[in-house]
C-alpha cells in the first residue's frame, strides 16, 4: 500500500519526492492542452527538473504550456519534439531528436500520456519492414507507436538515474476489460467487425502486455514500468466519445458486463480534476514504495487491487505480442 489515493494531487506527489525530480531528464508524451499528459508536465516542473521534453503534434498548442513550465522552474530547458505515433517514420524521426537533446544524460523518467480514445475506424498505412503495411487507427496510435518509440529508446532510458535505470509509465484505462488482443485479426476484418470500444480495449490491453514484458526482461538492468489507469477525467480525449450518440452509453454497458463477467458489481468511476487524474501517473513515475511491484498495474495512486485479467499479463501473450509488434514495426529488439 503507498499513502496515495483517489483523492491525491499530482502536486503533492511531486512535493513528497522533490528530489527524484530536481535536476532529471524527463520526457512526456501526449501534452496537449487539457490533458493529463500536459498536467503531468506542469506539475513535473515544480521539481525543477534539469530537461523536460514535450513529444506532440503541434507546438503551436503547447506555448501556453511550455510558458507556464517555464515561470514555474526558469532553470528547466524546455524542448518540443514533434510525434505522430501513428506514423512509424514519425516515430523514429522523434527518437533521433530526443537522442540528440539527452546526449549521454539518459532519460530517468517516460511518461507516456499519448492516446486516442474510440475513434471511428481507420486503417494507418507505412507499417511493416516494407512500410506497406497498414494497422487498425487505435491500436496504431496507443500501442504500437508506443512500442516503437519506447524500444528505440530503452538505451537512453538504462541510463537514467546515473545508470542505475529510469521509469518508463505507460497510461492504459480500466476499458481493457472490454477486450483482449486479437491476435490472429487486429484489424477487425478490415474493419467488417470493427467495435470502437472492442478497438480501444484490445490497444489498452496491449499496452499492460508491454509494460508486462518491459519489467520481465529489463527490470534485471535496472528499468521499472508500470501501466496505470488515471480515472474518468473531462479531458481532450474523450472528444470523440461525447460527439457520438450512445458511445458512451455501450461503453458504460461493456464496463458493466466486464465486471460482472469477474464477479463483481459495477460501479461508476466518480469524476476526477485533472489534478486528481494526473496523480497516479507521478506515483508510477517516482514513488520508490512501488519499485517491489515492477510492471504493476495501478490504479488511484497505488498498486490495483483488483488486477487485469490473465489474458492481460501472461508471459504468452506477452511473448506472442512483442513477436506480433516487431513484426508490424519491421524490427528486432532482443534485450
Given at each position: ?55 506532440g503534434r503541434s507546438k503551436a498548442k503547447l506555448v501556453p504550456l511550455i510558458t507556464s513550465i517555464h515561470s514555474i522552474s526558469p532553470s ?260
Amino acid at each position: 500500500m503507498t499513502r496515495w489515493n483517489f483523492s491525491s494531487t499530482g502536486a503533492e506527489v511531486v512535493e513528497a519526492f522533490k528530489e527524484r525530480v530536481e535536476g532529471k531528464t524527463i520526457l512526456v508524451t501526449g501534452p496537449s492542452p487539457n490533458s493529463i499528459g500536459a498536467e503531468t508536465a506542469v506539475t513535473l516542473a515544480s521539481g525543477r527538473p534539469s530537461i523536460m521534453i514535450l513529444a506532440g503534434r503541434s507546438k503551436a498548442k503547447l506555448v501556453p504550456l511550455i510558458t507556464s513550465i517555464h515561470s514555474i522552474s526558469p532553470s528547466t530547458a524546455v524542448h518540443f519534439v514533434p510525434l505522430d505515433l501513428s506514423n512509424q517514420k514519425s516515430v523514429r524521426k522523434c527518437v533521433e531528436e530526443v537522442k540528440g537533446i539527452v546526449k549521454d544524460r539518459g532519460i530517468d523518467i517516460l511518461v507516456h500520456s499519448a492516446g486516442i480514445m474510440v475513434t471511428p475506424y481507420e486503417k494507418i498505412p507505412g507499417w511493416g519492414k516494407d512500410g506497406k503495411g497498414e494497422v487498425e487507427g487505435q491500436f496504431a496510435t496507443n500501442y504500437l507507436g508506443s512500442f516503437l518509440l519506447v524500444n528505440l529508446l530503452i538505451p537512453e532510458i538504462l541510463k537514467g538515474y546515473e545508470g542505475k535505470g529510469g521509469r518508463v509509465v505507460l497510461l492504459s484505462s480500466s476499458a481493457h476489460r472490454m477486450g483482449g488482443v486479437r491476435f490472429e485479426d487486429i484489424n477487425f476484418k478490415d474493419g467488417k467487425e470493427y467495435n470502437e470500444w472492442e478497438a480501444y480495449a484490445q490497444s489498452k490491453t496491449a499496452l499492460i502486455l508491454f509494460v508486462h514484458s518491459l519489467a520481465r526482461l529489463l527490470g534485471p538492468k535496472g528499468l521499472y514500468a508500470f501501466s496505470l489507469h488515471p480515472g474518468s477525467i473531462k479531458s481532450n480525449l474523450q472528444t470523440n466519445m461525447f460527439a457520438t450518440t450512445g458511445l458512451l452509453e455501450e461503453g458504460l454497458a461493456r464496463a458493466k458486463a466486464a465486471e460482472e463477467k469477474e464477479g463483481r458489481e459495477y460501479q461508476r468511476d466518480p469524476l476526477k480534476t485533472l489534478q486528481q487524474g494526473c496523480a497516479t501517473s507521478l506515483v508510477a513515475a517516482l514513488d520508490p514504495e512501488i519499485e517491489g511491484k515492477n510492471g504493476s498495474y495501478l490504479v488511484d495512486g497505488d498498486i490495483a487491487k483488483f488486477g487485469p485479467p490473465e489474458w492481460a499479463e501472461s508471459v504468452e501473450n506477452q511473448e506472442r505480442l512483442w513477436g506480433l509488434s516487431e513484426e508490424l514495426v519491421g524490427e528486432g529488439f532482443v534485450w
